[in-house]
């Protein structure tokens, strides 16, 4: 069975950073596309970041392009997104997710199989 665990939530003032952790258990993590996502109050889950098995490929949101950065440890089973330059419109949980298909399809989470259970990120004003 896949696990997911996020980690690396919490209270941040805008314009600071975080990095949220996502350990992966439970089966081949460098055989797996990967993505985060997020879904804000009262708002709809929406695309953040992927990346493809090998970190090779990457693609982000509009909304956090040249502020977060997403990427992963194969070795550690350990995908990762750093935040940075953070504004209250990012506020919400935090979701991240792996599937088989490839990385481009990973925007869609239509096509991630696995997801962790969310972390709540808050950026205050």
């Known amino acids: 069975q896949v696990q997911l665990v996020e980690s690396g939530g919490g209270l941040v003032q805008a314009g600071g950073s975080l990095r949220l952790s996502c350990v992966v258990s439970g089966s081949t993590f460098s055989s797996y596309s990967g993505a985060w996502f997020r879904q804000g109050p009262g708002k709809v889950r929406e695309f953040v970041a992927l990346?493809?098995?090998?970190?090779?490929?990457?693609d982000y949101a509009d909304s956090v392009k040249g502020r977060f950065i997403i990427s992963r440890d194969n070795a550690k089973n350990t995908m990762s997104l750093q935040m940075n330059s953070l504004r209250p419109e990012d506020t919400a949980v935090y979701y991240c997710?792996?599937?088989?298909?490839?990385?481009?399809?990973?925007?869609?989470?239509?096509?991630?199989?696995?997801w962790g259970q969310g972390t709540l990120v808050t950026v205050s004003s």
């Open positions: 997710a792996v599937g088989s298909a490839i990385a481009t399809m990973a925007r869609d989470y239509r096509y991630l199989e696995h």
């Open positions: 990346i493809g098995w090998s970190g090779a490929t990457t």
